[in-house]
């Protein structure tokens, strides 16, 4: 089991910059945790499906990025510190969401996971208020 908490949502003006941070705690049976777990950033804006942002390997080697994020959004992971990054640049009034944090279990180190389906684990979600 994986507990994930996100931080660092807020309000800010179109151009700016937030950090999303999603701190993970817990344990698998097997014994480490946080590095078994392929990574990803989902957002719900009212009305709308949840969605893919980014998403991030194990190892942290590979990435995946909405079209919608590329060039402004950064994902990134510290294994050591069990956290994972979201690094929002150059906002939108359109990325105004609920961000979540997620967890996959994968058994590759390489796997990006991109499909709502294939995580297991949520945090409760942080809100991210982009004015225009």
């Known amino acids: 089991q994986v507990q994930l908490v996100e931080s660092g949502g807020g309000l800010v003006q179109a151009g700016g910059s937030l950090r999303l941070s999603c701190t993970a705690s817990?344990?698998?049976?097997?014994?480490?945790?946080?590095?078994?777990?392929?990574m990803g950033w989902f957002r719900q804006a009212p009305g709308k499906e949840r969605d893919i942002v980014a998403a991030?390997?194990?190892?942290?080697?590979?990435?995946y990025y909405a079209d919608s994020v590329k060039g402004r959004f950064t994902i990134s992971r510290d294994n050591a510190n069990n956290m994972v990054y979201l690094e929002m640049n150059e906002l939108k009034p359109e990325d105004t969401a609920v961000y979540y944090c997620a967890a996959s279990y994968s058994s590759l180190a390489t796997i990006v996971r991109t499909l709502k389906r294939d995580y297991g684990y949520w945090g409760q979600g942080t809100q991210v208020t982009v004015s225009s």
């Open positions: 817990g344990r698998t049976a097997s014994g480490p945790m946080f590095s078994v777990y392929a």
């Open positions: 991030i390997s194990r190892n942290g080697v590979n990435t």
